[in-house]
């Protein structure tokens, strides 16, 4: 059994009449096939479709939404909501009492969330309320997300430094390409069909400790990225993944500081760096 109640993450309760018809024209995902009992990924963007702000969004009540989302942008993330409010019939309340605890290992508890960032039949849960109960660590939380390929803002990558693509929400249902015009869809959706997306997040391991989060990936003594998360001699790294490929396929060393790495996409992907490399030697042509 695996709990961790998750101190820097807070709940932003979004409802009224109005609520799901304006979150679905703002954020990414798709509310409408959201179902209960699932926390979905999803993401506010800028105009120029990176994100200000991730989060997981389940149904909550009979017309509302929660946001699970990092406490460090929180009060702006209400800010900006508000903002977009406009006449809406909408509430924006801070669940200032309410924690987030992480759930794996057991069976689910009742009242739980299937976190959707995870593999289906991986268990993680969600579960929002009262603190207590714990049995692991923050560390321990991260070593999971890690092994999984699970990025989050303000752990991984900073607000307004990423596109979704970048933080594989176009792969696990947190940007929806069919349901028409959020913030930022325009980009999004051109990098989607063009497939011009370059920047992907890769998990990272060694045969000693990695050095800290903030530290470049390098490759012949360029940087191709940035370490995110990191547990021990594993991590979360978002890097070019063109620039990857092309190191070795010339046989050139990977680096976090002066540690060799090695890169691999997460299983449940689907994304190849042999495909990256087909893709970046066509361009050069």
């Known amino acids: 059994m695996s709990r961790t109640t998750l101190e820097n993450r807070g709940l932003v309760h979004i409802h009224g009449p109005d609520a799901e018809t304006l979150l679905q024209d703002v954020i990414t995902c798709d509310l409408l096939s959201l179902e209960p009992g699932v926390a979905r990924q999803g993401a506010l963007l800028t105009p120029q479709g990176k994100i200000m702000f ?30 977009y409010k406009l006449r809406a ?32 039949g991986s268990g993680v849960c969600r579960l929002y ?3 207590g109960g714990e049995t692991t660590s923050l560390l321990d939380y991260d070593s999971l997300r890690i092994d999984n390929g699970v990025a989050e803002a303000c752990r991984d990558y900073e607000a307004g430094d990423a596109f979704p693509h970048d933080a594989l929400m176009d792969l696990n249902r947190g940007v929806s390409f069919g349901k028409g015009c959020f913030v930022g869809q325009e980009v999004v959706s051109r990098m989607q069909h063009r497939g011009t997306a370059r920047r992907r997040v890769m998990q990272v391991s060694a045969e000693a400790d990695l050095p800290e989060s903030g530290a470049a990936v390098t490759a012949g003594g360029k ?8 547990a021990g001699d594993r991590a979360l790294a978002i890097v070019r993944t063109d620039r990857v490929a092309s190191a070795l396929g010339k046989d050139v060393a990977l680096l976090a500081g002066d540690v060799p790495v ?7 992907t689907g994304l190849s760096l042999a495909q990256e490399e087909r893709d970046s030697g066509s361009a050069a042509q």
Do not use: Y
């Open 54 to 83: 991730d989060f997981l969004v389940s149904r909550h009540g009979d017309d509302g939404f929660r946001f699970d989302i990092d406490r460090a942008v929180l009060s702006e993330f209400v800010k900006r909501m508000t903002m």
């Open 89 to 120: 019939k909408v509430v924006i309340e801070h669940e200032e009492s309410a924690s987030v605890t992480a759930v794996w290992d057991e069976e689910a508890p009742e009242n739980s969330l299937v976190d959707e960032r995870f593999a289906q």
């Open 129 to 131: 309320g009262e603190a």
């Open 223 to 230: 940087s191709v990225g940035t370490l995110g998360s990191v």
């Open 262 to 268: 090695r890169l691999a996409f997460p299983e449940w």
